[in-house]
């Protein structure tokens, strides 16, 4: 095998609670993450030594500040495989937006190596590789719906939950993480998601017990610096969404619509707006 090729998955958190700070900086997480069906394209090619990576987009990076070329560079020093690789990135998931795309990028990257080099690491092996590069790597590796707990890294594969229609829309700003939990005040008064339920909603396939239980404490942090975020919210919901939310650290929102009709008129009513830079009509994947 010369070269492999595949998509790499976007994700949203239906549920994002914050337990607390841990000492090392960290901080303990419970999340449902599910992947949706916005991805990027990562070409690998095997070459005689090196990692080469190129990009069609401006906002990627093809050197040791992108987490895919990191992901390679790990590769290779944990396994020893003799070579190089050329990397192919073709992005379309929104860069700094709360949908783990540079971590997806990683994940792919450790996936791909491992059949191109034929190392035959198993999915636990990868993830344990790919802690070391993000928290969120490791999910990215298995995809799907799960339970994210410790700092994201310990995961619970969930049944695939019930899939509803999607508006997502990433403002024109980027959002930086490391600023998020840094501001997060966790106190008596946050309101926290009820994971436990959301994860029974989905071992029993009910979505509407899904939206019910949806919550971010990030938002908080993010929408307070953004108010972009809320608008986005409150435009999705007063046209046509059950449910709007904020993923991740920021700044993407995402709508639950019922079908797939109103979120076009709605993504078409929020392209004349101008209110966001990128926007997708879409579903789990």
Request: aromatic share 6%; with cysteine; net charge negative.
């Amino acid at each position: 095998m010369q070269y492999w090729e595949t998509e790499a998955y976007a994700k949203i958190n239906l549920g994002l609670d914050v337990v607390r700070r841990l000492e090392n900086g960290y901080h303990q997480v419970r999340m449902v993450m599910q992947t949706v069906d916005i991805s990027d394209t990562i070409r690998l090619e095997k070459c005689a030594e090196g990692i080469h990576m190129t990009s069609d987009s401006e906002e990627t990076p093809g050197d040791i500040y992108n987490l895919a070329y990191r992901a390679a560079a790990l590769f290779f020093e944990e396994t020893k495989a003799e070579g190089g690789v050329k990397i192919r990135l073709t992005k379309r998931i929104p860069v700094a937006a709360g949908m783990a795309g540079g971590s997806t990028d990683a994940a792919a990257v450790l996936r791909g190596m491992n059949e191109l080099f034929g190392t035959g690491l198993s999915a636990e092996a990868l993830c344990d590789m790919g802690v070391k590069l993000g928290a969120d790597v490791p999910y990215c590796i298995l995809g799907g719906t799960a339970l994210a707990e410790g700092i994201g890294e310990v995961l619970t594969t969930l049944p695939d939950a019930p899939k509803p229609v999607l508006l997502v829309a990433k403002p024109e700003i980027s959002v930086s993480t490391k600023y998020v939990y840094e501001h997060l005040q966790l106190g008596e008064k946050t309101e926290h998601p009820d994971i436990d339920g959301m994860v029974q909603a989905v071992r029993d396939g009910d979505l509407a017990g899904i939206i019910d239980r949806m919550g971010n404490v990030l938002e908080g942090v993010t929408g307070a610096k953004y108010p972009v975020i809320g608008e986005l919210k409150a435009f999705m919901e007063e046209n046509g969404a059950v449910r709007a939310m904020m993923s991740g650290s920021g700044p993407t929102v995402f709508g639950i619509y019922q079908d797939r009709e109103t979120a076009a008129r709605a993504a078409a009513l929020l392209a004349e707006r101008g209110t966001a830079k990128q926007i997708f009509v879409t579903s789990f994947h």
